[in-house]
């Protein structure tokens, strides 16, 4: 059975930065593209980051592009998501995701975690 857990959500004040972790257990980790996806009340979800968990290729959307980065531990089975300079527009519940690749990944992934909520005030 997939799962894919996140942590490390939490309020914090406008500049302010956050570790998201997202462990994932029951595939193949080394073999798939994972990422990281927020919504907030009343908007769409939106796609924020991925990586191919075999290293390599990585893509950031252009809203948070300079602040936040992704990466992963193969190891651990992890995939974090670093925000920097964090502003009252990033809150929302972020959602780790996985699937076979980056294509995939932004438009039908298979698998979710159960979100994480980040709050920032200004």
């Known amino acids: 059975q997939v799962q894919l857990v996140e942590s490390g959500g939490g309020s914090v004040q406008t500049g302010g930065s956050l570790r998201l972790s997202c462990a994932a257990s029951?595939?193949?980790?080394?073999?798939?593209?994972m990422g990281w996806f927020r919504q907030a009340p009343g908007k769409e979800r939106e796609g924020v980051a991925g990586?191919?968990?075999?290293?390599?290729?990585?893509y950031i959307a252009d809203s948070v592009k300079g602040r936040f980065t992704i990466s992963q531990d193969g190891a651990k089975n992890t995939v974090y998501l670093q925000m920097n300079s964090l502003k009252p527009e990033d809150t929302a519940m972020y959602y780790c995701?996985?699937?076979?690749?980056?294509?995939?990944?932004?438009?039908?992934?298979?698998?979710w975690g159960q979100g994480t909520q980040v709050t920032v005030s200004s």
């Open positions: 029951g595939y193949t980790y080394s073999s798939n593209c």
């Open positions: 995701a996985a699937a076979e690749n980056l294509a995939t990944l932004f438009t039908r992934p298979a698998y």
């Open positions: 990586i191919y968990t075999g290293g390599g290729v990585t």
